[in-house]
Each structure stands twice: as C-alpha cells, then as structure tokens.
C-alpha cells in the first residue's frame, strides 16, 4: 500500500523545505517509494480528524497499511528499516546509523532551535542581547564537535545513511548564516545532501505544494 504522510498545507518557511515533512520526503525518495501527501492547515492540526493521527497536533504523520506514526525520526527510521540504502547492512554500523539521528534530533537541533525561537520570539525582551551571545555560543559549540568529527570525510560515517539525513536536515536550518559558514566543511556535508537526486525530487516536490496552496 502506498503511504500517505501529512505536510504542512503551506510552511512559514516560504519554500524553503525546512519543516519537518522533508526529512520523510527525502527518506522515501532515497527509498524509491512512492508515496500520497495530505497538505494540512495549522488549523486542521488541531481539529480531532488529525489529532487522532498525532496526539500533539503537528505534522508530518505517515499511514500504511493501519500504521499510524508520528515523529519525524521514528518515519524516517520506519522507512530506512524497510528499504535498502538508508541503514547499512552491518548490524552495528546500522546501530551507529540510528546514533546519528538521534544525535541529530536530540544533540544537535535543541540549541539551533532554541536560538531560533529566541530570535523569533524574545527580540523585545530586556535580556535579549545578553542571552543572544550565550545561544550562539551553545550552536558554535556543538558545530565545532561535529565538524571535527566529519573532518574530511564524505559522511558521518561511511556510506550515506539516515544519519546523515538527519543530521543534513537539520543544519539546513543554518544555512546562509555565519554559525554555519565558518565550518566549510559543514557546508560542504549540507551541499553534498542537497545534491542528491532525491533531495532533489523531496525538495521541488513541498516546493510545488507550497506555491500551490492559498495565499495569506
Ligand atoms: N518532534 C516533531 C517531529 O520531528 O516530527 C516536531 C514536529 C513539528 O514541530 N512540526 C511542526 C508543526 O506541526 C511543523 S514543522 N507545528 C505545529 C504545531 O506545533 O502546532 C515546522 C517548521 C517550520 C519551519 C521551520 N524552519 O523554517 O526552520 C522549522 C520547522
């Protein structure tokens, strides 16, 4: 049965593929799995019909065959354990696979989206730009760790894996800024996902969904 994953109907992030829909895009394209989208409002997150998808009301959800998941990294772990070339073979090296997402979701992105809700939301309060400087520092940080760990290589670990594409979709949210930019290696690791094919086809795809959906 072809899975149906929800999206958002259209992203604050004007088409630029950073919701979290395009982590389960991506995997699925990776995967060559075809797949249905049901674009959602912010609204219709929180009506019953897809609260009883996701308890918390977001997207992206992903159904097959009366499987009903959410959570963006359990999708994409879903996906690379039913399909070949998103988790190595080799038990372990598959463990270690799995070890980057989660370093991703839990170690890497917390301080990026701290940072970014900070500067979103916290702009007028008194202790904005002294707590700016301590942000920045905390993402500058864990950016060093990773860089020195991804050194000259190609991926994280070996072969292209769902870590790096997990770890690839989350420093996407600092692309452009200088955080990122002073790790040319970084970049290089976030430039190499991007070039994929299927990043590629993910990409154009919520692409066409966002210019699509109706105007604010
Ligand atoms: N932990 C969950 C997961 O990984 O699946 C988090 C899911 C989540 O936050 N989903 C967002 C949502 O549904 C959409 S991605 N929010 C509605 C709500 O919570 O009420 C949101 C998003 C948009 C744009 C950016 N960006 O520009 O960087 C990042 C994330």
């Avoid at 075809?34 to 996701?54: G, T």
């Avoid at 839990?106 to 002294?130: C, G, Q």
């Amino acid at each position: 049965m072809t899975p149906t994953i929800t999206v958002l109907e259209r992203s604050p992030d004007g088409g630029q593929g950073l919701a979290r829909d395009m982590p389960v895009r991506w995997a699925l394209e990776e995967a060559g799995q075809q797949y249905e989208v049901r674009p959602v409002s912010f609204k219709a997150m929180k009506e019953p019909a897809h609260l009883a998808r996701h308890p918390f009301g977001q997207i992206p959800t992903y159904e097959e065959d009366g499987l009903a998941l959410f959570e963006s990294g359990a999708i994409v772990l879903h996906i690379a354990q039913h399909s070949p070339g998103l988790l190595p073979r080799d038990a372990n090296a598959g463990a270690r696979a799995v070890t980057w997402m989660f370093a991703a979701l839990s170690t890497i992105e917390p301080p990026i989206v701290e940072r970014e809700m900070t500067m979103l939301l916290e702009r007028d309060k008194v202790w904005y730009t002294e707590r700016l400087p301590l942000l920045d520092t905390r993402v500058n940080d864990r950016l060093g760790q990773l860089s020195r760990r991804l050194g000259d290589g190609e991926w994280l670990d070996g072969e292209f894996s769902a870590g790096d594409l997990m770890v690839v979709s989350v420093l996407r949210r600092l692309t452009g800024e200088d955080l990122l930019n002073q790790y040319a290696n970084l970049n290089a690791y976030v430039a190499r996902g991007e070039a994929r094919p299927a990043f590629k086809r993910a990409f154009e795809a919520q692409l066409k969904i966002f210019n699509a959906s109706p105007k604010d």
